[in-house]
C-alpha cells in the first residue's frame, strides 16, 4: 500500500471510530468540506501535511498518534 491510500485509509478509520462524517471532520478541523474530500479522493497524489496536522487537531489526536499505526509499517517504495 502506498501513503496516499494508507493516509485516506487512517483518516476513514479514525471518522468511523469517532462516529462522525467527512463533514463533521471538516468542522471540527477548520477547514472546509471540499478539502476533506480532496484528501480522501485516493486519485490525487498530493497530501497536504497541514492539512494533514489540522485533520489531527479535529479529531484529538497528534499527528504521532495518527502515524503510530501498524498501517504504516509496510509501506510500498514510492520511488518507481
Known amino acids: ?3 496516499k491510500r ?3 485509509t487512517r483518516i476513514k478509520a479514525l471518522c468511523k471510530q469517532k ?3 467527512p463533514n463533521t ?3 471540527l478541523s477548520s477547514v ?9 479522493d485516493e ?3 498530493d497530501i497536504g501535511i497541514l492539512v494533514l496536522k489540522k ?3 479535529g479529531l484529538d489526536i497528534t499527528i504521532s498518534d495518527f502515524f503510530d499505526d501498524d498501517i504504516f509499517k509496510s509501506l510500498e517504495q ?3
Open 55 to 57: 485533520l489531527c487537531d
Open 25 to 27: 471532520l471538516a468542522t
Open 1 to 3: 500500500m502506498g501513503i
Open 6 to 8: 494508507a493516509v485516506v
Open 32 to 40: 472546509t468540506p471540499s478539502t476533506v474530500y480532496s484528501m480522501l
Open 78 to 80: 514510492e520511488i518507481q
Open 43 to 45: 486519485n490525487r497524489k
Open 19 to 21: 462516529s462522525i462524517k
